[in-house]
Structure formats: C-alpha cells, structure tokens
C-alpha cells in the first residue's frame, strides 16, 4: 500500500487564497483592513524567520502587518506595557509574541496580558482553558494544531471513534492537538519522553500525531496499516549533499511509513505551510470579531 500524500503547501495556499478573497470584500464593503501585530524579543534567528514569513504572508493576502522588537535586555514590564498599547491600539486586531522568549521573561504573565480578542496565536491561558473544557470554546485555535485538525478533518471519513496516538505533549502543539481530538470525540492517547513500549502504543493508531522533535523517530512498522499520519515534527539532519549542509525532516521515517499508512503529511510540505495559513485566518477573525 503507498499512501496518499497529503499536500499541506497546496491546501494552505487554498486557505489563503479565501482569506485574501475575504480581506478584498471586507475592503470593498467599507470595513477596516485587518491588522496583525508581531512582537519580536531579542534576536534569535530561526524566531527572525518565522517573523518576517509571518509579515510576508499577510502583505500576500491584504492584512496590515506592525512589526515591533524589543532588545533581548527588555524587561518584563516593557513587554507587557507594548502589548498594553497593542491592546488598545484599534488598527491592531491580531498580536503575537513570537515564542520563545529571552531566558528571564516570564512567558505565561506576557500571554496573559494579550487581550483575548486580539489572541490569534491561541496561546492565552484563558483560550487554551476553554480548549480544555467541555461546552466552552475558545475565541482562538494555536495555529499549528489548528492546520492539523484540518488536514485530519480533509484526510479521514470520520474521526468520531477513532484511536488518536498524539507524540508529545508540549503546549504549542502536542497537548492542544490532543485537546482538539477529544473535542472531535477520538480516543486519545498522549505519549511523551516517559511513556513505555512507544511502537506498541503507536501500533494502535488510526490517526497519529507526531509533534517530538526527534529525527525520523517513528518507524514504518510501528504504523498501523491505513492510519492518517501527521508529522508536525521539522528537524534539521546534516546532509552535505545539500547546499546548505542539510535537510528537513519530519519525526517519522516518510519512506518506510508511506508504504504502510493510508495518507500522511510530508516534511517539510505538510503541517509547516498550514500554520501560516491559520494565523492569517484568525486575524481575519479577529477582525470580524472587532467589527461587531
Ligand atoms: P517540545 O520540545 O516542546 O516537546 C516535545 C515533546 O515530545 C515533549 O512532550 C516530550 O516529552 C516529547 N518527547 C521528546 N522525546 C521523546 C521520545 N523519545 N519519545 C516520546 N516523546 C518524546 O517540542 P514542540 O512541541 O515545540 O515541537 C515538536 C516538533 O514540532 C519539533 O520538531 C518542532 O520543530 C515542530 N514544530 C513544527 C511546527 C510547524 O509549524 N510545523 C510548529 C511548532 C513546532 P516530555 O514532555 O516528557 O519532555
């Protein structure tokens, strides 16, 4: 069996595609363009990237983009008192503190301080609280867990009772990814640094959900035959027959897997392109939120 490859590159450039389509109208009807501001702290360089594509895609699709840095030495209270004026700031509807922050930032007191309409990074504690709950629903879905459970949604008949393995359960994607799944009523089962006979556990998987960090870690015969496999994972191995000295990979070996699963995500091509694509559509939201 070789599996379908599920195109995160296209899928996303659809997403983009309707968001751009709906910023136009928001224009044409007389509504405000929307506005997605970034705050950059200290000057790590893969944080610099994932900024400045941010930037890029929002100019791609119409949505205003305020790019803000603050030098690794910013205090705790010149963070917050920027995201206090983002806040207030109407032509701002989205902010994102790109993550992680400078060693001695109190991450969690930054996202708190990021009013809730304006959170499309999905982050406070408050949205990820509701996530958790049932009955309630959160104003914003993270991005990158968001664009899994779309490419699931596109990619399996019904996720209603199936077995969901989510590897890893970080609060940027493992654990919310596991909290969307329950929502979409899978059994979930999350797996982490400590958990016993990993390939057993995976075997058991009709949808799977690697998001580790670990190169190639999940092998094709830990895949049960015709599961829907997500490979968040994106890790640099070296690879002097590339220009740049190396190449990405996901946290599943794709050739061995492939040949084993129903669909699965490629790396990169997968899940990567997606989470742009959800940021520009919450920014969207929270703008159509703002106009009521
Ligand atoms: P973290 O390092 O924060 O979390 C990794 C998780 O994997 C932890 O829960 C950890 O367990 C678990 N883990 C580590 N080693 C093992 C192991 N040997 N067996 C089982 N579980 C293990 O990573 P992130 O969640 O931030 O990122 C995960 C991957 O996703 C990375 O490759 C990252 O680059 C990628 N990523 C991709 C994005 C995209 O847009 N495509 C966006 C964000 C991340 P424990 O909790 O016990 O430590």
Redesign the pocket.
């Known amino acids: 069996m070789t599996a379908k490859i599920i195109d995160g590159t296209a899928v996303a450039e659809q997403i983009r595609a309707e968001v751009g389509a709906a910023v136009a109208k928001r224009i044409e009807a007389g509504l405000s363009k929307p506005g997605l501001a970034t705050v950059l702290v200290g000057e790590n360089p893969a944080s610099q990237v994932y900024v400045r594509s941010k930037h890029k895609a929002c100019g791609e699709v119409g949505i205003e983009s305020f790019g803000f840095q603050l030098p690794a030495s910013a205090s705790q209270g010149e963070v917050e008192e920027l995201v206090k004026q983002l806040n207030a700031d109407p032509k701002v509807n989205g902010i994102l503190v790109q993550l992680p922050l400078p060693a001695g930032l109190d991450e969690e007191r930054v996202l708190n301080a990021i009013s809730i309409e304006k959170d499309v990074d999905g982050f406070h504690p408050l949205n990820i609280g509701r996530l958790a709950q049932k009955g309630r629903d959160p104003l914003f879905i993270p991005c990158?867990p968001a664009?899994t459970m779309y490419l699931l949604e596109n990619n399996v008949d019904k996720i209603e009772g199936l077995n969901a393995v989510v590897?890893?359960?970080?609060n940027?994607?493992?654990m919310p990814v596991a909290l969307l799944l329950v929502r979409a009523n899978a059994t979930v089962t999350i797996?982490?640094?400590?958990?016993q006979n990993?390939p057993d556990v995976v075997r058991s998987a009709d949808i799977l959900v690697a998001?580790?960090?670990?190169p190639e870690?999940v092998r094709g015969d830990w895949v049960k035959p015709g599961a829907v496999v997500i490979d968040?994972?994106?890790?640099r191995v070296e690879d002097q027959t590339r220009p740049k000295g190396y190449r990405l990979t996901g946290?599943v070996a794709f050739d061995e897997a492939k040949e084993v699963a129903g669909a699965i995500t490629p790396v990169p091509g997968g899940?990567?392109p997606m989470?742009i694509a959800m940021l520009l559509k919450n920014t969207l939201r929270a703008a159509i939120l703002s106009d009521k």
């Open positions: 990158t664009g590897l890893g359960r970080s940027i994607v493992g797996c982490h640094s400590r958990t990993l998001a580790i960090g670990k870690m968040v994972g994106v890790n946290d899940v990567g989470t």
